[in-house]
């Protein structure tokens, strides 16, 4: 243990480093406002940028690992956000609120049945969820990841951050942990705690980030790569595993899914909206709190997330498409010999691919399994 006087040292050298830390960021807020913001452009569009088309498509292609058009992608947006608009007022009627989808966003979020009494009641929650949904894992998995994960609260730091993974060491020296948001407990009602789960931890982010560290055949490289559509594409596609795992159970958790999928398929209308067809920034909010359930202070955060990521939004929604169509071919060509126990393996099994190497990996697992029977 430190002395007194070397604790009392150290401390005031870290308040004077926080005071100093504040008001360098206070200038350079300063410095944006009075200076920078007046200079700048007036459009936000990518493609108004000098060679902006050129910069908007590769930064498409990075986010979605896709080279489709952003017509294209905006257009798969609006189907989708049609198509789920149409599931959560079918959920809304089955659960005999009368109101309008305003109205029932609203209550959802208001009435205190879907909120948490104190942070110990939501972390237990959390932690019961993670104990419910284990022991069904080996029914949609052949192999599962050895690194075990925990539930813990995120440092109160982070204020109203999103509840995520953090991900283990690649040794094993660090179990990998799902952190939940116990600093709002308003932000992220009761309703939203199955789809969250599912995308962050378990069959989510944990499961297929630890499944491709341990492959111990591939380069490091490979055990440890990224990019957003193949592992958001996952996180998103482990969402819909719910019903199979006995989540969704009421139509308030079946409402919450929706909303999440909804907020994904809004971003490929909204990144390419606000990149490439001309939307506004206010549209753009309106739009998305229309269509995904979402606060106003929110939505103009996410907004500006878009703004400033153009493309890197559209890999969520773009990968979970691909990983759906891939499922539906393999159950086409194999019927009755499909095992999606071995689908899901043979999705993560070689680590995080660009979606076109995905297909590719897919179409060698239906040949290799046709060759098997």
């Known amino acids: 243990q430190l002395p007194a006087a070397t604790r009392a040292t150290l401390r005031a050298e870290a308040q004077d480093s926080q005071r100093r830390l504040v008001a360098a960021v206070q200038e350079f807020h300063d410095w944006l406002q009075t200076s920078w913001l007046p200079a700048a452009r007036a459009s936000t569009a990518a493609v108004d940028l000098p060679r902006g088309a050129d910069y908007y498509a590769a930064m498409l292609e990075q986010?979605?690992?896709?080279?489709?058009?952003?017509?294209?992608?905006?257009?798969?947006?609006?189907?989708?956000?049609?198509?789920?608009?149409?599931?959560?007022?079918?959920?809304r009627s089955d659960s005999g609120f009368r109101g309008s989808s305003v109205e029932f966003r609203d209550w959802l979020r208001s009435d205190p049945r879907f909120r948490f009494a104190d942070a110990d009641a939501e972390l237990t929650a959390f932690q019961a969820l993670a104990k419910r949904v284990d022991p069904l894992l080996p029914q949609l998995f052949a192999e599962l990841p050895r690194l075990p994960y925990g539930v813990r609260p995120m440092p109160a730091a982070e204020g109203s951050n999103a509840p995520h993974y953090v991900r283990g060491a690649v040794d094993g020296s660090r179990s990998g942990w799902f952190e939940a948001n116990l600093n709002n407990l308003a932000a992220w009602p009761s309703w939203t705690m199955d789809a969250l789960f599912l995308h962050e931890a378990m069959p989510g982010h944990h499961l297929q980030i630890a499944r491709a560290q341990e492959l111990e055949q591939l380069p490091m490289l490979r055990r440890t790569f990224s990019n957003t559509a193949y592992v958001e594409g996952w996180g998103l596609y482990a969402e819909g595993l719910g019903s199979s795992l006995g989540l969704y159970a009421d139509p308030y958790a079946r409402y919450g899914r929706l909303a999440l999928e909804a907020h994904r398929a809004c971003r490929l209308v909204l990144d390419t909206g606000l990149h490439a067809l001309g939307w506004t920034r206010d549209q753009a909010i309106d739009y998305l709190m229309a269509h995904a359930s979402l606060e106003r202070a929110f939505a103009e955060a996410e907004i500006d997330r878009y703004l400033v990521w153009p493309g890197q939004a559209t890999g969520y929604k773009m990968g979970e498409l691909r990983i759906l169509a891939n499922r539906d071919k393999a159950r086409l060509a194999l019927g009755e010999r499909f095992d999606l126990r071995h689908f899901h393996n043979a999705v993560l099994d070689h680590g995080v691919l660009p979606l076109s190497v995905l297909d590719q990996v897919i179409d060698d697992w239906i040949a290799d399994q046709r060759r098997a029977h």
């Open 63 to 91: 986010g979605s690992s896709t080279t489709l058009s952003p017509q294209q992608i905006h257009r798969i947006g609006l189907g989708e956000v049609a198509r789920i608009d149409a599931e959560m007022a079918k959920v």
